[in-house]
């Protein structure tokens, strides 16, 4: 017996094929697609326009599911973080933001991480695997779906869409998953599906130089890159991954990348590290990499204050800093935000799952669970982080 295809994993393209092979037309693939990704129906005998023969073929070869989901949690602030189970022990968060005129979602895109940056939790979980294209773009049509049923908003296009960004920022390297992440790009730009603009898809990486080449072919959506060093000897030590493609390849990448980006600009994202990374002398070292003489790289900065970690053995950068080294990078004419951390409260939410879930057998299931992960990912597991631009 073959196994059951889950249909989150097939891109426009793939879903045509798919259709072919059971003796569809290809417009019967773009129903499938609406009803999956803009009603968020996952159940075939809904999908009312379809032939019942189809139905019914469906149901015994696919499926539709995104990861389950081990918990649920909304923020004082309106942010909402789920975490999702991806199988033999590993989880995912994915973490909506909403703001007045948008709604962010951050995605991961593996479970954990290998480039091991010194100040990230991800990275000091390891590697455990990459996600499929069902599991990352799984995180939007789940959540965007959940998000309209708490709103009583109603699924379809007519319905108020609630994500209208989404950013992968969550965990894991996305470049470094490359072929189901570009899959799950194509779905969340498809008009079929999603329909976001280039724009509003924002892919951050800690700089894998080649693949952000073929980004610039295959999907070119906004770009943030993790520079968080001013020079090669200090992000070696904080991006292992420096040793391999050191900021002179970067920015010469960031540079081509720019002529298909759908922004003219490159989001350079630091996190601000305690007498690490965020003296006066850092912050002018910074410029003259980026404004390279005459040969700069058009660039926004986003500065984040480091959320600590005990393992880190790293501190946050005071607010003062923090602001006199923005201000160092604004006088100099770089436009640069200063993130704001959100959703803080969820954490300990987190403790209290038992008060939340009515099913008390599930509770004992899910708290198990819940440590079984805190320990494996650390308390702090989940940053909740928030660009103001
Ligand atoms: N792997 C990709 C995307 C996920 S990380 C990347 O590194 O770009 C998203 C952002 O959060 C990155 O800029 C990352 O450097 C930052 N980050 C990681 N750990 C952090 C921490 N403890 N505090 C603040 N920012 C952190
Ligand atoms: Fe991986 Fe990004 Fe964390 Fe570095 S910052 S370990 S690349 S998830």
Redesign the pocket.
Known sequence: MTALTNLLDLDPAQLVAYCGELGEKPFRAKQLQRWIHQFGVGNFDEMTDLAKSLREKLATRAFVASPAVISDHTSTDGTRKWLLDVGQGNAVETVFIPEENRGTL?V???AG?A?N?R?????KQGFNRNLSVGEIVGQLWMAEFALRKTKGIEAGPKGERQITNV??????????NYEPTVTALRLMLDDNAYGLSRRRVT?????VVPMIDRLAQDCPVAL?????ASNDALRDGL?PLNKKYPLAELMAACKRYLEFAPRDFITF????LDGVNDTDLHARELIALVQNGSNPVPCKF?L??????PE?G?K?SNNPRIKAFAQILMDAGIVTTI?KTRGDDIDAACGQLAGEVQDRTRVQERMQKMTEYQKKFGK?FG?I?EITS
């Open positions: 951050c991961s895109t593996q991480c480039v940056c100040f990230c939790s991800t990275g950013v992968m920022m969550g965990m894991g390297e996305p470049l470094l892919l951050s990486t800690s700089g943030a890159v993790s520079l968080h991006v994202e630091y996190c601000m986003n984040i204050p480091f959320n600590p970690f880190s790293l946050r993130r702090d940053r982080v």
